[in-house]
């Protein structure tokens, strides 16, 4: 018969606790930080990802799609499904690449650098809110954390290096 009390599971000895599951802490924080930026993009009507490609292509002028998705960290099959809307509203174009028609290369227009510089002074203003929160030392040893993290774990980039139960023994 159920007490209605939850079961306590012990944690698995193979397995370090939940709570210090490394993509579990890093999606926590990510939504921790967007709950911050999120209203604002919405009030301009754009999605966390939309404002990405606005960035991004603000920050890096002409990019093929393989390159913006890799960039914004989009699913090519989503960015795709979103460029044609920026593209309807002006912010973007869409052109096929000069020396191959197979790529497709996605750059800003006017007006989407328009809507950059209007949107931009608020972001700041949020990014001060974090700093001023979390702190500028923290703030700057977590963004060198992070890089340390990304470009070691991107070394290996396809997850290749075997796990230490699946090295040979000798």
């Not at 306590?8 to 926590?28: H, I, K, N, V």
């Not at 913006?68 to 593209?87: G, V």
């Not at 993290?149 to 290096?161: N, Q, V």
Request: glycine fraction near 6%; proline fraction near 6%; charge should be positive.
């Amino acid at each position: 018969m159920r007490t209605g009390r939850a079961v306590e599971r012990p944690t698995s000895p193979a397995m370090r606790p939940f709570s210090r599951s490394l993509p579990m802490q890093l999606m926590r924080a990510r939504e921790a930080v967007m709950r911050r930026f999120r209203p604002h993009l919405l009030s301009h009507g754009f999605s966390d990802q939309q404002w990405r490609i606005i960035r991004a292509l603000v920050d890096h002028g002409r990019l093929e799609i393989g390159a913006l998705s890799a960039l914004c960290q989009i699913h090519p099959a989503s960015l795709s499904r979103m460029l044609p809307k920026l593209a309807d509203d002006g912010f973007i174009t869409r052109h096929s690449h000069q020396n191959d028609q197979r790529r497709i290369v996605v750059a800003i227009t006017a007006r989407g650098r328009a809507l950059f510089r209007s949107v931009a002074p608020e972001s700041e203003e949020i990014y001060t809110a974090v700093e001023r929160e979390f702190g500028a030392k923290g703030l700057r040893q977590l963004y060198q954390l992070l890089d340390r993290l990304i470009e070691t774990l991107e070394a290996d980039k396809g997850g290749t290096r075997p796990l230490p139960s699946q090295k040979r023994r000798r």
